[in-house]
């Protein structure tokens, strides 16, 4: 069962993994360094457990410890019990939704691992925006991809903003790193999968044209918001994909585009 500990000081020691979170480049040095992430609010605290990660400690205003009684009540870590104000204090930011835990990182699997078992992927290159990663694994899972391959310079699929955005599907979809960029994609095309590029390039083949849910297996590449996919990586790719638009339109946001992709990708696949 978890402890019950009421902490009315913000320099309290046992307060550190939740101090300035707003901080972006200071947790993204510290959390994976301390092997630990942040879920944020009641469902992704409750996935983040489903989904097998061990809690390190949950800090709640008071309202929210009903709420979270049976979670506080398996949980083997200490609950912290704070006032709002001393919340916002030591995280830097008004915490609306009152829950927040401090959870541990399981080891990564490798590229290869996932690739075995695997028919659609989705790889990224250079994705840094954390609330871009949380929205495209969020479609990753809603729509049937099996993994997520990111290049080394991707932002934390971990990180609190990401998890947040993709309500937790950061946790039900298997994730890799490819250990170079972009010669680590010879191991995907290796391991039976298509390249399929997606551009708003004019040469580019429609995705209903290339019929990517026809063929065996499909590795979906998806560039930075704005840049998009580097040339290296359109090089190294086996086609060029594009989303037909109308009106002018010349792309979507990275977020918007992957959703529409992973369906043309997973379309009439059977549900698993």
């Known amino acids: 069962m978890g402890?019950?500990?009421?902490?009315?000081?913000?320099?309290?020691?046992r307060l550190h993994d939740y101090?300035?979170?707003?901080?972006?480049?200071l947790r993204r040095r510290r959390e994976p360094a301390e092997g630990l992430f942040i879920a944020e609010g009641e469902k992704v605290i409750r996935r983040a457990?489903?989904?097998g990660y061990a809690m390190r400690s949950m800090l709640l205003s008071a309202k929210w410890v009903d709420t979270m009684r049976d979670i506080i009540d398996e949980a083997p870590a200490p609950v912290y019990v704070v006032d709002p104000a001393l919340a916002e204090q030591v995280t830097g930011y008004h915490v609306h939704r009152g829950a927040l835990a401090s959870m541990r990182r399981k080891p990564?699997?490798?590229?290869?691992?996932l690739l075995t078992a695997t028919r659609r992927v989705v790889v990224m290159e250079s994705v840094n925006d954390h609330t871009n990663i949380g929205a495209i694994f969020r479609s990753a899972a809603a729509l049937g991809l099996d993994a997520v391959l990111l290049s080394?310079?991707?932002a934390d699929p971990l990180y609190r903003r990401s998890v947040k955005v993709s309500m937790g599907a950061v946790f039900s979809v298997p994730y890799a790193r490819l250990d170079t960029w972009p010669a680590g994609l010879e191991a995907v095309r290796e391991a039976g999968f298509a390249l399929l590029a997606l551009t708003p390039d004019a040469r580019a083949k429609a995705l209903d044209e290339v019929a990517p849910h026809r063929m065996d297996r499909v590795a979906l590449m998806l560039g930075a918001e704005g840049d998009g996919l580097s040339r290296r990586a359109l090089a190294a790719s086996d086609e060029w994909v594009r989303i037909p638009m109308s009106h002018?339109?010349?792309?979507?946001?990275v977020g918007a585009a992957a959703a529409v992709a992973f369906y043309a990708v997973t379309a009439g696949r059977p549900p698993e």
């Open 3 to 13: 402890e019950l500990l009421t902490i009315d000081d913000p320099d309290d020691p």
């Open 49 to 51: 457990g489903e989904a």
């Open 108 to 113: 990564l699997p490798t590229a290869s691992d």
């Open 248 to 253: 002018g339109v010349d792309s979507l946001n």
């Open 152 to 154: 080394p310079d991707c």
């Open 19 to 25: 101090t300035h979170l707003t901080d972006v480049e």
